[in-house]
């Protein structure tokens, strides 16, 4: 295949289109990309290309007269091609139409730039228009790289065959999630069945994956997918599992709900400040009337937090924020870590921190280093998860102070502040300390999943 690309910037091209697969499929004489400086065809004395707008306003627009020469000239170069303008009036750049373009022995991409080019450009010039998104970009560089990669993995002999099949959009479905080595990343394992050596078993995990998949994100390309009926069924089967909700709360405009997943006054305090500006409604446990127990058989703060917030994602259809926090001393290598909640089987926390004060009894201050963490798990009912985590630096303070937080706080020595964790006003506790610090960061994600 031959592209033919007209821009005022062809130095763009050469990274984009010099690199991995397009390169590769270049150097391999599959494709003959050309490149054409629209400048070379201005003629006056400063070789211009732009213009002010007739009846005034903004930008410039592209002349007619060395663009359209500049078309023609190329045109006449080789065999007949289409010439294709990238702009964002142009129909909408899909598989189908990347499959159609990729059947073509040759295309002359023009891509457009400033506010647009002149209208008779397109009506004399021009045989098609082509949209990447709608979204507006600078101009049609990008937008004509992203053309010709999607078009050149298409051509013979450049990506094997089997990847094309199975990727998103062949099938009008998107893909399934893949796994690589190792089995457990961050506390997260790879799904068992993938392990199981069982390949029809694979098969279909992989295919409901798909449609699960598909249904969650991109429920309008499953009109045109070519699906069984069984699994029409199961589909359906899905929607009223995962849907119900999804259209409840996008026909109201009320804010959507977010579910604290705890059971801890204190935290839910914490959270409904640090989270006050997210324009969501906290519900908690109690308020659905839910009573979960979740056992935290996790080894880890962020696999803690993810079996929590799925959990209670799933049972309640809600997006789900769940916590994990612990106190790491470094005296004690890092203990009581994960374990903090349950240190030395006490069950009360002012026992938890007396016995770890008498661990660290004589110990001098240089050795009292300490720091608290927190990972947040943010889980939606479809399974997707999201984490942050925030970290507060202090000390193992040699007495109990205040009577603020909860927790470990009244033994958590601030320098910083001269005071204990405990001692804070509930808005200097979550400026400084690891659960505001991980709420915060969740809180662009929590605008993405909730869709605020
Ligand atoms: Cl093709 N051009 C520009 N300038 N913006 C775009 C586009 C094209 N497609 C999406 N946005």
């Known amino acids: 295949m031959r592209i033919d690309i007209l821009t005022l910037f062809p130095e763009m091209f050469a990274g984009p289109l010099g690199e991995s697969i397009v390169g590769r499929a270049a150097r391999e004489g599959r494709v003959e990309i050309l490149l ?41 170069m080789g065999r007949p091609a289409p010439v294709i303008l990238l702009t964002p009036q142009g129909r909408l750049l899909r598989q189908p139409l990347v499959e159609e373009l990729a059947g073509r022995p040759r295309l002359i991409l023009v891509c457009g730039h400033y506010e647009g080019v002149d209208e008779r450009v397109r009506l004399l010039h021009v045989d098609e228009e082509v949209s990447i998104g709608d979204y507006v970009l600078t101009g049609g560089e990008v937008p004509a790289m992203v053309l010709v990669d999607a078009v050149v993995r298409l051509l013979p002999g450049v990506i094997e065959g089997a990847s094309l099949e199975q990727e998103s959009h062949h099938s009008n479905l998107l893909e399934h999630p893949h796994y690589t080595r190792p089995a457990t990343y961050h506390g997260l394992t790879v799904p068992p069945v993938l392990l199981s050596g069982h390949h029809a078993e694979i098969v ?3 295919r409901h994956q798909s449609l699960r998949r598909t249904l969650l994100r991109r429920p309008d390309l499953l009109e045109e997918a070519a699906i069984t009926p069984e699994e029409r069924a199961f589909l359906e089967e899905l929607r009223r599992e995962v849907g119900l909700q999804g259209t409840a709360q996008q026909a109201s405009s009320a804010p959507p709900r977010l579910l604290l997943a705890t059971n801890n006054p204190g935290k839910v305090r914490e959270y409904r400040e640090i989270l006050r500006d997210l324009p969501a409604t906290l519900v908690t446990p109690a308020d659905l009337g839910l009573d979960l127990q979740v056992e ?30 612990g106190l790491e001393v470094d005296a004690l290598e890092g ?11 006490q069950r009360n926390s002012r026992t938890r921190y007396q016995l770890l004060l008498k661990q660290m009894e004589g110990l001098p201050e240089a050795r009292r280093g300490a720091r608290f963490r927190c990972v947040i798990a943010i889980a939606t009912p479809a399974g997707r998860v999201y984490t942050t985590e925030g970290v507060c630096p202090g000390r193992i303070a040699r007495e109990p102070r205040g009577s603020g ?15 204990t964790m405990a001692e804070l006003d509930p808005e200097e506790k979550n400026r400084i300390s690891h659960r505001g610090r991980a709420g915060r960061k969740a809180i662009p994600l929590l605008r ?3 869709g605020v």
């Open 296 to 325: 935290e058989t996790g080894q880890t703060y962020t696999e803690n937090a993810i079996l929590k917030a799925r959990a209670y994602a799933q049972a309640a259809g809600l997006v789900a924020l769940a916590d994990d926090s």
């Open 335 to 345: 203990a009581p870590g994960p374990r903090s909640a349950r240190y030395g089987g």
């Open 405 to 419: 937080g909860f927790g470990y706080d009244p033994i958590f020595w601030l320098p910083g502040q001269g005071k």
């Open 204 to 206: 279909r995990w992989r």
């Open 448 to 450: 993405e999943v909730l």
């Open 36 to 76: 054409h400086n629209i400048r070379d065809w201005a003629h006056d004395r400063h070789r211009t290309v732009d213009d002010y707008p007739y009846g005034g306003g903004a930008g410039m627009v592209l002349k007619a007269e060395p663009l359209g020469a500049a078309i023609e000239a190329v045109r006449r």
